[in-house]
Every structure is written in C-alpha cells, then in structure tokens.
C-alpha cells in the first residue's frame, strides 16, 4: 500500500493527542538568569556548517562579539555572551546529538559589558540588508528547529511566498517560553513580523495561537489593532492538540492544504517564523543586537518552575537551582518537551539558541508489548502516516519498503507512541528506519 491513510480512510488531517498540559510556569513573568561565572558556547547551535571560531585562549570579548564566523551560506556565526576572557577552545557536549562537538568557554569579568550596537531603520533598509543584519545576529528558528533564518527567508525565485504563518502555538506539555514572550513582548514581536514581511513582499499572515491560551490571543490581537503592519494579520485560534505546532500541521490547519511528501510549507507559498525569532529579527535589525539570550522554561519537578532570560551557554544546572533545585526523586533532564525533548546525560549542559525548556522529571522506562494492532497510532498521527508499519519494518530490517509508506513525511512528533498501549517506542524505530534509509543515500 502506498497511499495515505488520510486518504483512504477519508480523515481530516490534522489528527493530534491531548497530553496533560502541566503549563506549570504559565502564571509566571519572564525573569532574568543572573549571570554565570562561565560560559560554554559550542560551535554547532544550528542546522547548516558549525561556525568557526575567531578568538583564541586569553582574548577578552564583550557581550554581543562575534567569536566564531558562519562557515558557508547554511551557517551563523556565534557571540559572545558574557563579557570576559576566552579561557580556553573545548570540546563541549552538544545537548542535540550528546557528541563532544567543539565549543569556546569564555569565564566573565563580571561588568557585562556589551560591544557598541549599531541601531537601523528598518523600513529604509533593502531586503539585502536586512538579510545580512539577520545573519550577522546568528539568528535561527528558535522553536526548536534552528534552521538559519536568513536561509528561510531567501526562498528560490521560483517559490512564491504569498504567506508567514507566525507559529505560537507551543504546543508540547509544560513549555510556556513563547506564550510569556506573546503576553509580555508581544511589540517586538509584531516588529519582527512587519520586517519579515517587507524582505519577503507578503501581504498576508496569520498568527496561529492554541485556543487555550486566551490571553496571548488577546494581547496579540490587541497588538496587530493598534499596529501598522504591512497588510492583511489575523490572529487564528487553532485547536489546542498536539502537535498543533508542528509546521505541516500548522499549515494544514490555517490554509487548508497539505506541504508535499518531502517538500516545505514554502512549496505551498508560506513561511512559517516562530514568535521568538521574529523577536530576535527586530532585535537584529532595528537594534543590531546579536543573539546572545532567550527564554528557557525551567519547569517539572523543580521548587518554583519559571521562565527564566538566559545567556546562551550557561549550564543548565544553575537555572534548575534558581527555580529551588530538583526534587529528589527527579533522575533525568530534559531539553524541550516531554514529547520531543532529548535527554540529557549531565545536568551541566549549557542552553543554546534552539533550547525552550528545561524539563526535570522521573524517567518513565516502560515495558514494551507485541503490537496488538489496535491502530490507535494511525489514528494518532497528524500526518496521515501508518507508524505500526514503521515499526514492522524496521524489526525485519526492510528499510527499502520505508519509502512505500512516506517514512520521509514523519516529523517525530511521538503522538503515535504516546498513544500506543504497547508501550512501543515508536520513534526509536522511526529515527532508525530513516538513519538506514540515509545510509543508503535514500532521502
Ligand atoms: S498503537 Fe501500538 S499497539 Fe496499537 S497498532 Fe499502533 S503500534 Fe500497535
Ligand atoms: S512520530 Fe511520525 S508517525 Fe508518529 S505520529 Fe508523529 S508524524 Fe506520525
């Protein structure tokens, strides 16, 4: 079979679970980190070429310095983001795949001194150098993916943009970073939004929001009133469901149609910029000020959760004793949600550009059962896709069927597994089908 469920069955896409929501730190006002003694900054917080480093042992740097240079087009450079000295180039584990990757550690002096910004206005300015104040900023998609942003918004000539979907719809359990950032930056985030659709001529954007977030709704809404953007802006209340802020999901949902097996939203004429970033793009371009913090959820089993303004590279540890420790009967650490959050294996990993939340909790090791085949996985799935089949094939090893049954469509959201009463650890299976079908150099 190769043909959708969605189509056979006749369902309307998006499909989605309903995870207990647990927004622990929803009540709580953006608070600022104090600022480490130290910080370790890998080169690699991006999808593309890791960055190369600039500075060697002994430089002092102030905040807001580049340190190390975009490598390539699909690369962004990284700053500096306490004021001190380099104290050394390490290899530093990366909280995305746990391998050593190489990294600059820089110690503060503890004056927090920043390099001098150079402010613009950014309707004088041409789309070439917004662009560029983009890159040099380091600005990456904020909601996880860290896709460069100025590569975002250079589609190829032949794609037509006619619309941004502006994604806060935040959907994993316990994250409140974007509906804080929503409620109490909702400016900045509305003047990202007006540049991005000047460099990009659309007239047309949607701001999806979960309906169980009535505040942001309004304050956003409130905010596109009074403003002065370039066109047509509706604030859209989407169902609250998981993974409502997946893109294709996204896309589904507000336009009604659905991104190509293998393609983009921009092969259906969108863009979709997470609210963070476009707080970071007005900061890059009307302020030129680089990406050196964002705001982490510290939240789970931690004294007070809270949503904490952190430096990039300080380590997790501190913010999880800033919110009154973990509990005892916490073991595990988690960057992002519990449904696509990865694991940590030392508390002490530094926060990056693509890092939401902080998620202490008790590990949740289950017993996997045989597939009963009861097809709640199926039902479960925003993509239309057969998850058990994924798991049949990879336990028989017949990767080459994979692509019969749209294996390159999954976003790993883990709604299947987190249906399943098998307990199968669904995405495992999934992230190992498609590693096999890389390997031999199927897409
Ligand atoms: S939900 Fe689990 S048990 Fe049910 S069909 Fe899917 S993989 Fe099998
Ligand atoms: S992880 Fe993949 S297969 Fe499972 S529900 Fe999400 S998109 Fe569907």
Known sequence: MNTRVVELLGLKCPAGVHPPSQKLAA????????LPKSVALPLQQHIGAPAKAIVKRGDEVKVGQKIAEADGFVSVPIHATLSGTVKHLATVASPVTGHPVSGVIIESDGKDEWIELTPADSETLSKEDILTRVKDAGIVGMGGATFPTHVKLSPPPEKSIKSIIVNGAECEPYITADDR??????DRILRGLKTVMQVLSVKRAYIAIEENKPEAIARMRQGVAEGSLPGEVEVVAVPAKYPMGAEKTLVKSILNTEVPE????????TLIQNVATLAAVYDAVALGKPLVERVVTVTGLVGTPKNLLVRFGTAASSLIEQCGGADPSADEVIFGGPMMGIAQSRDDTPILKGTNCVLVKRSDIREEYSCIRCGRCIESCPMGLMPLQFVNLVKKEDYESLANYHIADCVECGACAYDCPANIPIVSYIKTGKAELRKAGVR
Do not use: F, Q, Y
């Not at 009540?27 to 104090?34: C, K, L, M, S, Y």
């Not at 950032?181 to 909702?186: A, H, I, S």
């Not at 293998?262 to 004429?269: F, H, I, N, S």
């Open 27 to 34: 009540g709580h006002a953006i608070e600022r980190a104090p």
């Open 181 to 186: 950032l929503m409620l109490e930056e909702t």
């Open 262 to 269: 293998g393609g983009l939203p921009m092969d259906v004429g």
